[in-house]
């Protein structure tokens, strides 16, 4: 985020394990998907995004109350 960041002082993702991102389109629109290994094996999509939720509230991101985004000021990180 850093590296890229330019000034930047909020950042705001939407945290979805991309494994579940071409469900529902058309088989042949479908790119080749890479099976997740590690922390997110054999989970389903609720499980994985919350996992994935949590990792990134591990490094400091917040809940969005009644959103599913996420935020981090990187003005208030020391350095």
Do not use: C, H, W
Not at 34 to 40: D, H, S, T
Not at 42 to 49: D, F, K, M, Y
């Amino acid at each position: 985020m850093e590296r890229f960041a330019g000034g930047v002082s909020l950042v705001v993702l939407k945290a979805f394990p991309l494994q579940f991102e071409s469900e529902g389109q058309p088989s042949d629109n479908r790119r080749a998907r890479v099976l997740p290994q590690g922390r997110f094996a054999g989970l389903n999509e609720e499980a994985a995004t919350l996992r994935l939720r949590q990792y990134y509230s591990d490094i400091g991101f917040k809940l969005i109350p009644k959103t599913s985004l996420m935020a981090l000021s990187l003005d208030l990180r020391l350095p």
